[in-house]
């Protein structure tokens, strides 16, 4: 995204990362797109309550400011690999939510026509390799991509988002080491929440904080604070710059927490109510993003609730066009399982 | 209640096997990912964890590979390790140490050591959870020297088998359909054992052996069920074991109804169904064969996301009742 004028940037000196660096609009864009996330979600779980989608899914309900902050200094063309939990990145990285809607339905409209539904998510026209359904299977592919990137002198930078459980695959420790010793545009984004499902990183994994990984490969590793969308938006600009310059790979961590269950089968019985009512009252991205917004003067409660009122609107319409979208054909069944020769 | 009539659940007939061993045997322990406080992801290891703590129930990092590998290590010098598997397909991520090290660790060592290891492997379609997360690959397994290879398919083999491939001193790896987890059968009080590498005839029958495995001999007994009325009378042989497997069952069986119609979940070529075909062709039972053999199996290609697909994706009690009389009617 282009900068803001000199001008503005002055005038903003004191202010946080990104009202020094975004247009007043861009910042706009930025609420409502987590907006969009949050009822996205909120629409993907009535609809599922109501059995309209099967299966299970992952919400990323109180991770907003992280896959947007990550995606904010991403050019179009530059690529992400997502996770389980993939429905804001793919948001964040341009997709339209009819089309997500519709794949959840299992339409031939939907971004993986009906096949992939939640777990598989992508909109690899907007850079979006794809969600995963395998804990850290998309790091050594943002790797490979990333690779691509170099040999191709595409000039893409590519992002690799995956989970605080993800840590402890052979795959993230693998795809790591390669990334810096070929010092590839590639940048690791642990979205760390505090659980890999029930399990707490403190009982997962040896060390107190994930970017401390980042030492024994010998790339910068940075902690943010995953729900204030600034802070993550900085630590990803600087990232990224370091990738286009050809000086190699960073991790970043991105502490955050999801309000919801890991899945539609969770209990919560691994976390406390008060834990999870504390960071929802107390620590929400949303609210904290739209509180910045309002106090440094960039929105007013009109342009709050205008952009609430379209964000419902396009939850409303989305849902109505998977709806009324048609399902594959069962002759279809085995299309797409090789390339289709002319 | 009648102790001789108690039901439980599939899964609570796994979860009892493994605390009556348990209790047994000190060696025995549990490790997995979520099979704590969580109670496993299908609630197989349930509150275990509270019965037996966490040195016993040991909730792993999210790691497979490595985990599969220290069950392995601890199976060798003297522990008897329940590994349990997410999900199947995750197997994908162990099969180093299944395949490499678990399978050929006693044979490559001269019969030094054994490994005694038992592997939990939730498998199947059927939830909508899509490509990776519905795959039947025990045949991938089956084709390993080394490792055994088991799908029971009623809550009382459940308990049985597991407590068998706990006490069998080679590794066993379990393949459990998801869509039985719930399903509820006679289970007994107590330890006891079914053997492994032994089919069970789930119904005589004279005119047609359906030799299938996991869910599909629920499905195939439903299929039976349903041609009664026309006359056909179909004999369904509960595999149960896929290695090593029981020729002389499907044998006999097929000497007796001079027709073999193959029912899995798992991708129909390269597979178990390939596999039962040549042991019946490879035997004297191929010179009573009336028909061509018949296999039903999955289609080529990953489970698909999309309900209607995901349903056409794998043989149902309709595909079966098709099959089966066309078999028997010489329809081809
Ligand atoms: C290889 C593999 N192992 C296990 C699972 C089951 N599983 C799915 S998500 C998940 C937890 C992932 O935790 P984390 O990486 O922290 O991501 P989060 O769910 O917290 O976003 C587990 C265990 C899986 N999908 N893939
Ligand atoms: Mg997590």
Same mark, same amino acid.
């Given at each position: 995204m282009a900068g803001a004028s000199k001008a503005v940037v002055d005038s903003r000196a004191n202010l946080p990362f990104v009202y020094r660096q975004y247009s007043p609009e861009q910042l706009r864009q930025v609420l409502h797109k987590m907006y969009l996330i949050r009822r996205f979600e909120e629409g993907a779980e009535e609809c599922y309550m109501r059995g309209l989608i099967h299966g299970t899914m992952h919400l990323s309900i109180g991770q907003e400011a992280s896959a947007m902050g990550i995606c904010m200094p991403l050019a179009e063309d530059d690529q992400i690999t997502s996770t389980h939990r993939g429905h804001g990145h793919c948001i964040a990285k341009g997709a339209e939510v009819s089309r997500m809607f519709a794949e959840f339905f299992g339409k031939t409209t939907g971004y993986c026509k009906g096949r992939g539904g939640s777990m598989h998510i992508a909109d690899v026209a907007k850079g979006n390799l794809g969600a995963n359904g395998i804990v850290a299977g998309g790091i050594p592919i943002a790797v490979g991509a990333a690779l691509s990137s170099k040999r191709m002198k595409t000039g893409k930078v590519v992002v690799s988002f995956f989970g605080d459980?993800?840590?402890?695959?052979?795959a993230f420790h693998e795809a790591l080491n390669m990334a810096a010793i070929w010092k590839l545009p590639v940048i690791f984004v642990c979205e760390n929440n505090g659980y890999g499902m029930s399990t707490s990183t403190a009982r997962s994994t040896a060390v107190k904080n994930i970017a401390e990984r980042a030492a024994a490969y010998s790339m910068p590793g940075v902690i943010v604070n995953g729900n204030i969308f600034s802070e993550v938006a900085e630590a990803s600009f600087k990232a990224v710059e370091r990738a286009r310059a050809g000086e190699g790979p960073t991790l970043i961590e991105s502490k955050t927490y999801r309000h919801?269950?890991?899945?539609?089968?969770?209990?919560?019985?691994?976390?406390t109510k008060e834990e999870i009512e504390d960071w929802m009252a107390n620590r929400d991205p949303i609210t904290l993003f739209e509180t910045e917004l309002r106090d440094f003067g960039f929105i007013d409660d009109q342009g709050i609730q205008a952009i609430r009122d379209a964000v419902a609107k396009e939850i409303a319409d989305g849902i109505e066009f998977a709806k009324a979208s048609p399902a594959p054909e069962i002759a279809t069944l085995q299309n797409y399982v090789y390339t289709e020769h002319a | 209640m009648d102790a001789a009539v108690r039901e439980l659940s599939y899964a609570q007939a796994i979860q009892e096997a493994m605390a009556i061993a348990m209790d047994m045997d000190e060696r025995v322990f549990l490790m997995g990912e979520d099979i704590g406080v969580y109670g496993g992801a299908f609630q197989v290891t349930g509150d275990l964890v509270e019965r037996y703590g966490t040195d016993r129930v040991i909730d792993t990092p999210i790691s497979e590979l490595g985990g599969a590998g220290v069950a392995v290590g601890a199976a060798v010098t003297g522990m008897r390790p329940i590994f349990e598997f997410q999900f199947s397909d995750f197997a994908t991520l162990g099969m180093e140490q299944i395949v490499n090290q678990a399978a050929k660790m006693r044979f490559m060592l001269g019969g030094e050591v054994s490994v005694p290891v038992v592997m939990r492997f939730p498998a199947g379609s &059927?939830? &909508?959870?899509a490509a990776q997360h519905s795959q039947s690959l025990e045949a991938w397994l089956g084709h390993v020297p080394g490792l055994k290879v088991i799908q029971p398919v009623t809550p009382h083999d459940a308990k049985g088998m597991l407590l068998a491939a706990i006490a069998d001193p080679d590794p066993v790896m379990i393949f459990e359909h998801k %869509? %039985?987890?719930k399903m509820k059968g006679h289970v007994p009080e107590g330890h006891y054992t079914v053997p492994i590498g032994k089919a069970e005839i789930r119904r005589e029958g004279r005119d047609l052996t359906i030799v299938a495995t996991s869910i599909m001999v629920q499905k195939a007994l439903d299929a039976a069920a349903a041609l009664e009325g026309e006359g056909i009378d179909i004999e369904v042989v509960d595999l149960r074991t896929i290695r090593p497997i029981d020729r002389q069952t499907i044998i006999d069986s097929v000497k007796k109804t001079s027709r073999l119609l193959c029912v899995y979940e798992a991708v129909k070529t390269l597979g178990i169904g390939a596999e039962v075909s040549a042991l019946v062709a490879e035997s004297e039972a191929f010179d009573y064969l009336d028909a061509p053999i018949v296999r039903l199996g999955g289609a080529e290609t990953p489970i698909p996301y999309n309900p209607d697909l995901e349903k056409a994706t794998v043989p149902q009690v309709p595909d079966i009742i098709t099959a089966a009389r066309d078999l028997v009617k010489g329809v081809r």
């Open positions: 459980g993800a840590n402890n695959e052979g919801r269950g890991h899945s539609k089968s969770d209990r919560n019985r691994y976390r | &059927g939830t &909508g959870a %869509l %039985l987890y």
